[in-house]
């Protein structure tokens, strides 16, 4: 089976560990958490890091900095991992719902303005999948508004804006390190910023609200949201390897549009987009089906399936699902979710395992 995304670790992170475990410092304290936060923050361009133990804490431990509270709205786009609307849900506040970008499948600023409220206190555009957002848009809006930004970098690390990597426009960016991510500590994630005063609170909220100069005498409540040194261990290899990750993502994604081209040209397939002002890291290569390609969306995924090739549908719209329902429709999310889906992206991906996905799917149109 070619798997969807697999961990490309090799001897350094083998290394790490074993120092981190000879150390001692098995927990959260050691060497290498701040260096892993240090070296993030400064390849993303930001001044600090701050470390968790995965990215779906990282984005309500932003929210919770930020002050993120019952009765507040935060604008979060439809098509994307649940992970973003359910940290909104954890603070009280309530996620409002955006539909996609049909050229780069992410939130719509157009369609941002719209959804805001007196109550509206932020904004969360996730790139997805490794595709920016339209960060210029999301930023005016914001600013005019006095919103919020909180970049879910989960799916994007060294993904670029205008040839600016993301996770330096937000107030804070969230980054996940799933084992499935771009780079990846088992399970980790990260928010950055440039604000000294928020990563010092999130520091405080990481640790159980513990003030730093007093030890277990708590001025807020906090969580336990702390990244463990063997984690971060892993993370210090990972990050070197990071930019020759992105070019090995990114030249699998040129043998796929390569290979599948004729099949777009002839409106059977469209590829995944790269809008002339992204770097795109494709964290999933993903194509969309279209009607006259002879199979439904879920048929190729299943004929895939008996060929030995594991693939993703695209996520499901948030507003669709009963915990998040509102009843509206987004017709562009709908569609890309329905016609969607995410091929083999792992960064050991070799040209010939592409070549065999895509002869499987030329051979399974119509
Ligand atoms: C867009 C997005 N946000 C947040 C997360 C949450 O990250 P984690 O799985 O590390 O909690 C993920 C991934 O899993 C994601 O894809």
């Known amino acids: 089976m070619i798997p969807i995304a697999e961990p490309a670790l090799s001897q350094e992170e083998l290394n790490n560990v074993i120092e981190a475990v000879k150390s001692g410092w098995i927990s959260s304290k050691g060497k290498f958490i701040p260096e892993f936060e240090e070296k993030l923050a400064a390849y993303c361009g930001t001044k600090y890091g701050v470390a968790t133990s995965n990215g779906t804490v ?11 509270k019952a009765g507040d709205e935060v604008v979060v786009p439809t098509l994307t991992f649940a992970a973003t609307a359910n940290a909104v849900i954890y603070t009280g506040a309530k996620p409002v719902f955006v539909d996609a970008h049909p050229e780069n499948w992410c939130i719509n600023p157009e369609k941002i303005e719209e959804a805001l409220t007196p109550r509206t206190k932020a904004i969360i555009p996730v790139h997805l999948y490794g ?23 989960a799916e994007a690390h060294g993904a670029e804006y205008k040839g600016r990597r993301v996770g330096s426009f937000g107030d804070i960016a969230c980054f996940s390190f799933y084992g499935n991510k771009i780079i990846t500590t088992g399970e980790g994630g990260m928010c950055i910023t440039n604000d000294e005063e928020l990563a010092a609170k999130m520091r405080v909220l990481r640790d159980h609200g513990m003030n730093p100069q007093r030890r277990y005498w708590h001025d807020m409540v906090g969580f336990n949201y702390r990244m463990t040194n063997m984690q971060a261990a892993i993370g210090v290899a990972q990050i070197e390897k990071l930019e020759k990750f992105i070019e090995k993502k990114r030249k699998i994604a040129g043998w796929y549009s390569e290979r599948l081209k004729e099949l777009e040209r002839k409106g059977l397939v469209k590829l995944h987009p790269e809008l ?3 770097r795109c890291v494709y964290w999933m290569y993903s194509i969309l ?3 006259n390609f002879g199979l439904s969306r879920n048929e190729l995924m299943n004929r895939l399936q008996l060929e030995g090739i594991e693939t993703r549908p695209l996520f499901f719209p948030l507003h669709l699902m009963p915990p998040y329902k509102r009843g509206d429709k987004m017709t562009v999310a709908e569609e890309l979710s329905g016609r969607g889906v995410n091929l083999p992206s792992s960064v050991n991906l070799t040209a010939e395992q ?13």
């Open 289 to 291: 089906i279209q009607d």
């Open 276 to 278: 002339p002002w992204a």
């Open 354 to 366: 592409v070549e065999y996905i895509t002869d499987r799917i030329v051979r399974l149109k119509s």
């Open 131 to 153: 595709h920016p957002c339209d960060m210029e848009r999301i930023i005016d809006i914001a600013k005019r508004r006095s919103l919020l930004i909180i970049e879910d970098a």
């Open 58 to 68: 990282a984005l309500h431990l932003a929210l919770a900095a930020l002050g993120i």
